[in-house]
Each structure stands twice: as structure tokens, then as C-alpha cells.
């Protein structure tokens, strides 16, 4: 009914030529992964239920993009995160080009699971990372806050890693 609506009013190509561009807002094909603005709206939706979340961050990825350039980098971490994930999963690069969130449909186990495959895959591309996990409860706190949470968590790590 809404195609045949912008058909009759002349409508049609704005409206595809809209979801085009929100489409586009929504993912990183440098990193081949949701944008953060996709992460929330997701999460948002998100049933009632426990989740696990991870929050990544990668090592010396300024210091590589000046070794390497930014072309090379980027293509390390999308084939560092080309590892199967569920098609329930939902990876995403966080506010900068070093911090990635997942957000498992899966539980503890299995969230680790998918980390240690992710380290291994980063080795492979001559990466590491920091990397923390943790409970979601839908409904009882906000996902900002839990990603809030592990980053600090991560940064503390790297705070002891450097001493």
C-alpha cells in the first residue's frame, strides 16, 4: 500500500533514494559493521532479556595507521572481525575507529567463545586488543551505560598492562 501511495503522488524515488541514504547511515564498509547510531536503534528494540555485550578495544590503531595507512588498517580489522557471528549478533564500531561493541545473542560462554576467536583472527592480522564483557539486563538499565561500564573497565586494564 505505502509503494503504491509514492507511485500515485510521484513520491517513489525520494522514498527509495531515503532508505538508500539510511541504509548507507547505518553501516561502516570500511570496518564492514553497523555504525554506533544502528548499535542503539537495535538495542532499543531489543525484547526483555539478559544479553552479553563486549566492548573492544583495539591496540595502536593511530600508531598503525601511520605505519601502514588507513586503507591497510581497515582492512585488518573487518577481516579481523569476518569470523561468523549469529545472524542475531550485532557488531558495531563504537565513537572511534578503535573501539568496537558486540552484542551477543548468546550467553557467557558463548560471548567468550566468540572473544578468543576474535583474538585469534586479530593475531592473524598482526592486531590485539583489550577486551571486556558483560550482562545486559533489557529494560533495567540503558545499553549506554553497560558499554559505558565495560569501557572503563578495558581502560583500567590497559592502565595495568602499561606498568
Not at 26 to 31: C, H, I, N, Y
Not at 98 to 103: N, P, Q, R
Not at 106 to 133: C, M, Y
Request: with cysteine; glycine share 10%.
Amino acid at each position: 500500500m505505502r509503494g503504491l501511495v509514492g507511485k500515485i503522488f510521484g513520491f517513489e524515488g525520494e522514498i527509495q533514494e531515503l532508505r538508500r541514504q539510511v541504509r548507507e547511515l547505518s553501516w561502516d564498509s570500511s570496518f564492514g559493521m553497523w555504525t554506533r547510531n544502528a548499535f542503539l536503534q537495535f538495542c532499543h528494540v531489543m525484547p526483555r532479556d539478559v544479553r552479553w555485550v563486549a566492548f573492544i578495544d583495539m591496540n595502536r590503531i593511530h600508531e598503525l595507521n601511520e605505519e601502514l595507512g588507513y586503507t591497510e588498517v581497515d582492512r585488518r580489522i573487518k577481516e579481523t572481525f569476518s569470523v561468523p557471528f549469529r545472524r542475531s549478533d550485532v557488531v558495531a564500531r563504537w565513537y572511534s575507529g578503535d573501539e568496537i561493541v558486540i552484542l551477543f545473542d548468546a550467553d557467557g560462554g558463548g560471548a567468550g567463545h566468540k572473544i578468543e576467536q576474535l583474538v585469534e583472527s586479530a593475531a592473524e592480522q598482526g592486531l590485539t586488543f583489550f577486551a571486556a564483557q558483560g550482562r545486559w539486563e533489557v529494560g533495567k538499565t540503558t545499553i549506554e551505560v553497560i558499554v559505558g561500564e565495560l569501557g572503563n573497565e578495558v581502560a583500567k586494564e590497559k592502565k595495568e598492562d602499561a606498568h
